[in-house]
Structure formats: C-alpha cells, structure tokens
C-alpha cells in the first residue's frame, strides 16, 4: 500500500470532520470566492440563521464588508473585532453558540477568546468540556483550536 498525504493525513481529517457534523463540500462544482475562501450561498444561509430577519441586501453588503476586512494589511484584527461584535449583524451567535457551527450534533457549546469573559470563567469552562458537560469548546486565539466530545 502507498501512504501519501492523501491517504495519512487528508482523508483521515475529513472523515473527522464530518463525524464532528461538518458537511464535506467537494469543489467540483462549487462556487465560491477564491481571494477569500468564502462560499457565497452558505455565507448567506448562516447569516440568514444567526441573524433572523435580516434581508438579503445586507447580507450582500456584509459579504462585501467581510471581504474588504480580509483584504486588510493589519493581520486579521479588524476582521476579529468584526467577527466578535455583539451588535448589529452577527457572524457568531454567542448566545446559542452551537447554533453557529454545528446545528445538528452539538447540544452544548463554548466559545473561549482571550478577552471575553473571566479567567475563571474561562478555566470552568475548560472543566466543564473536560467532563464532557460541553460538546464543543472553540479556542480562538493566536493558534485557533477546535475540541470535540462525542
């Protein structure tokens, strides 16, 4: 048998993935942006489910304003304090976080960034995914880390 990157380390984490609830989306026929990885017809939707309400015009208009933001020579900090304003248009629901990434597998969610909320709070819940109260706990920081417990 011939181990390739393909077969050792690609294949294996797709398969990961969509255990975790993650759709694989094959690019034979996708549409989407390749300056910035965005696939426009599912950008929508999940704008369209984080935010209820919300017309279609600005979705476009955050779409373009998201691109602009990526396009940004400051390392991705005006892209992260748009990704966690907690008012206007959303790109995360922090309240029902699940709701965000996982709809269908994940029950309980946590997201940790390094200045929302308490060291303490922070700490519990590390705690609380490690005794399997928290399904997902989404790390982002410097090195963006994504914890799962089936």
Not at 5 to 14: A, F, L, Q, T
Not at 44 to 60: Q, T, V
Request: aromatic share 10%; net charge negative; hydrophobic share 45%.
């Amino acid at each position: 048998m011939i181990f390739s990157e393909d077969s050792r380390v690609k294949i294996p984490c797709i398969l990961h993935l969509v255990r975790l609830g993650y759709c694989y989306l094959s690019l034979k026929n996708a549409v989407w942006d390749e300056e910035t990885n965005i696939f426009p017809d599912l950008f929508r939707a999940a704008i369209a489910r984080i935010n209820p309400g919300i017309e279609c015009d600005d979705i476009d208009r955050l779409l373009a304003d998201v691109k602009l933001l990526l396009d940004n020579e400051d390392l991705g900090k005006a892209f992260y304090e748009k990704l966690t304003e907690r008012s206007g248009i959303r790109l995360i629901d922090f309240e029902n976080f699940a709701r965000t990434l996982l709809a269908n597998r994940v029950k309980n969610a946590a997201l940790i960034l390094h200045d929302i909320g308490s060291k303490d709070e922070r700490k519990q819940w590390v705690e609380d995914f490690k005794a399997g109260k928290i399904d997902l706990l989404f790390v982002y920081n410097m090195a963006t880390t994504v914890s799962y417990n089936p």
